[in-house]
Each structure stands twice: as C-alpha cells, then as structure tokens.
C-alpha cells in the first residue's frame, strides 16, 4: 500500500513550530498549506487531511477561514479522512454542525483528559491521560451525531463523526513549543504564566507522549480507508 498522502492545513500563525511537531509525529507525505496566508489545496486527491491549531477563532469573520470551511467541508462530504487538533477541532465541530464558544478564560498547561468510552483514535491509550492544553474557546455542543471520546472539567476533549476525528489537546506538542506558547500569553497574569511554565517538566512531558499514540492510530485508520477503495 503507498504511503498515505496527507493535506496539513497549518492554521497557525506561527507556522514554523506547528510545521515541525506534525513533520516529526505523523509518518505520512505531507503536502502543507499555510492558511492565514490564503492557502488551501485546489483538488481533494489526498489520503487523508488534518486541520492544526491556531490563534483564531473559528466564529471570526476572515476571509482565509471561509475558505478553510468551505474547503473542509467539502473534503468531509468527499469521505475523507480527517484530523482536527485544537482550532481544528473547533473548526469540524463547527462545519459538522455542533457549536463553539469563547470560555471567558484559558485552560493552559499539562491537564488530565478522561476517555468517555473507547475510540480507536485512542487505542492503547490510558483510560485519564495527560495532554498539553492552551485554549479560550471550546466546543459546548457536539455535532449531531458524533461520538465524544474524551472529556474533562472545561468541556469536550474529543468526538468523532463518520470519517473525522477532533481532539481539542494537543498531542504533537514538544516542550520548546509548550514553553514558547505559555510565554506568549501576555494576557495573562505572570504568577499564572510561571506556574504553567514550572509544571513543563521531563516526567509531564513523558506522560503526554502517550498520546501520541493517536497519530498513528489515525494513520491505521487512514491506510484502512485506502485499502477499502482499491477493493474492487
């Protein structure tokens, strides 16, 4: 079977880090379109697709966002199969008709994440898991029809629809990218920012790699959607 072929949708402003963690986590031939600068891909001929994290908001009113929905949207209909992380996640709960808002304040840091029954996105992984979080918007309501697959205090971790799969935590973080994403947020109070920075340690960041898991657990589900279409 040829090496699944993925769109990476870079919603992020910054998208030299976003670049970085996905290259070294997702072992597939990636094919990357920086979307705040008006990229999206012109065909669907891909294996798979997935939507990363970002600094918007999926209810602003931007042009480049419109046309990531449009472009998702249709890829969703086509059968494609998805990922959404963080922003993305938002934004397929978004497209699938669930509902997304402002939390009125940040989750930030290494948080526990409980599973709300099994989905093979995350197979093998424990039943309460850690992950890296940095959000102020939320889904608070699932598409209809989806499955949510993981929770916590703030809200919707996870849910999946027909071929998508959205987690809000961010599993392809590395601790550079945990560091600098904390020190960023100036909107916050210093002895909030340093507590979070205090928590990136080696044992939390060894907890977190586990669910990396799920990367490769989209990837068998990828190659099995491959493996269905070449049956004749």
């Known amino acids: 079977m040829d090496r699944p072929r993925l769109a990476l949708l870079n919603a992020a402003h910054k998208a030299a880090d976003t670049r970085r963690n996905f290259r070294r986590e997702l072992d597939a031939d990636l094919v990357e379109f920086n979307c705040p600068e008006g990229e999206v891909p012109e065909t669907f001929q891909y294996d798979g697709f997935v939507v990363t994290g970002s600094s918007a908001s999926v209810y602003w009113e931007r042009e480049w966002i419109g046309n990531l929905k449009t472009w998702v949207g249709a890829a969703v209909e086509a059968g494609i199969p998805g990922l ?23 989750e930030l840091g290494y948080r526990t994440v409980e599973q709300d029954g099994r989905n093979r996105l995350l197979d093998g992984i424990d039943d309460d898991f850690t992950v890296f979080t940095t959000h102020s918007d939320r889904v608070v309501e699932a598409p209809p029809g989806a499955t949510v697959f993981a929770r916590n205090e703030y809200g919707i971790h996870g849910f999946r629809k027909g071929r998508v799969f959205a987690v809000q935590f961010h599993p392809e973080y590395d601790t550079d990218t945990a560091e600098a994403v904390t020190r960023g947020k100036d909107e916050l109070p210093d002895e909030r920012i340093q507590r979070v920075l205090d928590g990136i340690t080696a044992e939390n960041y060894a907890a977190a790699c586990e669910v990396k898991q799920l990367f490769d657990n989209f990837l068998g589900f990828v190659r099995t959607v491959q493996a269905e279409r070449a049956t004749p």
């Open 84 to 106: 959404g992380v963080c922003y993305g996640h938002q934004l397929l709960a978004d497209i699938l008709g669930g509902r997304v808002e402002a939390m009125g304040e940040y």
